[in-house]
């Protein structure tokens, strides 16, 4: 198991990101002594401002569970000519066995495949004594090249790189090259723009326009040759980078099927998630990833530590085979909750049909790992993923379950990921997200959207109206779509781009969608009637967001299509996603 985790840092404001970079900066002045307190600074510059510096900066960290950042790295991605450069990589001192370098260079690998980067380039200092006056780090400059040779990447050479700017300039660097395992022959064509541009961007006030135009000339072989390898063992195979392909992470509550309520007419059933992944595997753009363990506080940071105890007391109580529903609720006075469990139950729940029973905490905790996975996932870089759950949770509030939902697992991966940026949740579920609203009725961190059916008609009748726009500090970050009884695909596609259109105001670092398949055609808890292609539709419209995205799944209880309309959501989604 790993002592650490690899994530993005995509500002520089929230606490947890601003205490990752301070760490940041303090690893960098240790290993690069001799770089320049305001060049440090402008690091925070480079990753706010793309268009000033013309390349896209991103820094990752490994961390620990305590949130010690032990080793980073800054990526530099140059869209106009499709290549990523390595800024920096370094990990802290007294770490260099414990593989966190070679994590973190392995996650920029993969980054700049999903970039579609034709390779990672990076300045390493010489091996050779005869560029080197003062050869004290030519050993550590061995180990260097000798770490990257792992990967195939090696130095560029028949070119004036190594060249010093300035004659007193001591051991300049080389340009090295990873082709990511793909053995791509670099064109000199492509190689002159490349160093131009490294040269111009990163070197702005350092490289003379003559010397740039000097080393762009000096390349001459077509394809760029690559020093041969100089460290690697003999016969020990190059490491290739590990294929990935733009995969969305598949976390599926493995627990989900042991909550099983077998009475006549709960539709509530484990079929849904076989129904679903029956289909969406056809896509081939899934990967069943494991759910990782976490922690209750992540639980009762959104719900009631109250409830979140009634509930494993109360399932752990009863015999296998047989569930409670709650039937007396104590609206009248309700600052004396009744002690018996079994009445108690309508103390913590807004309905009469959603059943406690021995497996239903094992079941819905089982739930919220795999929406945490999620959202640590997309922490780690990944553009999306998909927690494939039941129970559902978007009705679970604070205090009280209902609806099916025990734990609000979109609400619960959205505050966890607010600790990291502005998160936007979107729920598309037929019924109303009115546990989403509770939660964070009076936070601005979270903006909060729901498309539903009115509850004039429709489940939990009590909330989702489109004056319910927030309190305090929240007034404003609740946005209410309540729908009439009977709308068209069409008309639901026109509703779903005006919500759009307000989380991009909104501008979320990242989304978490409630994805409610129950706005089917035919769906027993619904009205409406969208077809496969409608939800083909909404997931291309989806599909073109540019934040990273989280789906949960909700309702849907149609099983003979859920499936299908699962299969046709992502597959818009992914003919238009934006990498």
């Not at 041969?228 to 016969?235: D, E, L, P, R």
């Not at 309520?261 to 069943?288: C, D, H, Q």
């Not at 979140?308 to 569930?323: N, R």
């Not at 599909?543 to 299969?567: C, D, H, M, W």
Request: overall charge positive.
């Amino acid at each position: 198991m790993s002592l650490f985790k690899i994530r993005k840092v995509t500002d520089s404001f929230h606490p947890s990101n601003k205490h990752a970079i301070e760490q940041v900066f303090d690893i960098l002045r240790i290993h690069f002594s001799s770089v320049k307190e305001d060049k440090i600074n402008e690091i925070l510059e480079q990753m706010k401002n793309p268009l000033k510096y013309q390349f896209s900066s991103t820094l990752f960290v490994a961390e620990d569970g305590r949130y010690n950042v032990k080793g980073f790295a800054i990526l530099f991605y140059m869209p106009d000519t499709h290549f990523c450069y390595l800024d920096y990589i370094a990990v802290k001192p007294g770490r260099t066995s414990s593989g966190v370098g070679g994590a973190i260079y392995e996650r920029i690998r993969e980054e700049a495949q999903l970039l579609k980067s034709i390779g990672v380039f990076m300045e390493c200092l010489p091996d050779d004594e005869a560029l080197c006056q003062d050869k004290s780090e030519i050993e550590q400059n061995k180990a260097r090249l000798a770490f990257y040779e792992r990967y195939g990447a090696r130095p560029i050479i028949g070119t004036s790189y190594e060249v010093p700017v300035n004659p007193e300039d001591d051991c300049p660097p080389y340009l090295l090259f990873d082709d990511l395992g793909y053995d791509y022959k670099l064109s000199a064509s492509e190689a002159k723009k490349i160093i131009k541009a490294i040269l111009q961007r990163k070197y702005p006030n350092y490289c003379p326009e003559d010397y740039v135009k000097m080393v762009v000339a000096s390349v001459k072989d077509n394809p760029v040759q690559l020093r041969k390898f100089k460290y690697i063992v003999k016969n020990r195979p190059r490491e290739k980078n590990k294929a990935i392909k733009n995969l969305i992470p598949l976390i599926i509550n493995d627990k989900h099927d042991i909550h099983h309520v077998r009475e006549r007419g709960y539709i509530e059933s484990p079929v849904r998630i076989s129904s679903i992944l029956k289909e969406i595997t056809k896509l081939e753009a899934f990967k069943t990833r494991p759910s990782r363990g976490f922690p209750d506080k992540h639980i009762t940071a959104v719900h009631n530590p109250k409830y979140f105890t009634y509930f494993k007391t109360v399932c752990d109580s009863f015999p296998e085979g047989k569930s409670i529903y709650p039937y007396v609720f104590p609206v009248r006075n309700a600052t004396r909750p009744p002690k018996d469990l079994s009445v108690l139950a309508g103390y913590y729940c807004i309905d009469t049909f959603t059943p406690l029973n021995k497996n239903a905490f094992v079941a819905a905790r089982s739930g919220v790992n795999c929406a945490l996975t999620g959202a640590e996932l997309l922490l780690e870089g990944y553009h999306s993923a998909y927690a494939l759950v039941r129970p559902p949770g978007h009705h679970a509030e604070r205090d009280v379950f209902g609806g099916f939902c025990y734990f609000n697992n979109s609400s619960i991966a959205a505050h966890f990921l607010s600790n990291y940026g502005k998160i936007a949740i979107l729920d598309i579920d037929y019924h109303h997200g009115n546990g989403h609203q509770q939660i964070f009725y009076s936070r601005n961190d979270v903006f909060t959207v729901s498309i539903h059916g009115n509850p004039t008609f429709a489940y939990p009748y009590f909330t989702g109206f489109s004056d319910e726009t927030g309190e305090e500090d929240g007034l404003g970050f609740n946005l209410n779509f309540p729908l009439k009884e009977n709308i068209s695909g069409e008309e639901y596609l026109i509703v779903l781009k005006k919500a759009l259109k307000k989380i991009a105001g909104f501008n979320p670092d990242y989304l978490v969608i409630s994805l409610g398949l129950d706005i089917a055609k035919g769906d027993p808890t619904g009205t409406w009637s969208l077809k496969a292609s409608d939800f083909a539709n909404n997931g291309m419209e989806i599909g073109k967001q540019s934040y990273p995205i989280l789906f949960v799944q909700e309702g849907g209880y149609k099983n003979r299509t859920i499936g299908i309309n699962a299969r046709n959501f992502f597959e818009g989604f992914l003919s238009t996603r934006v990498k």
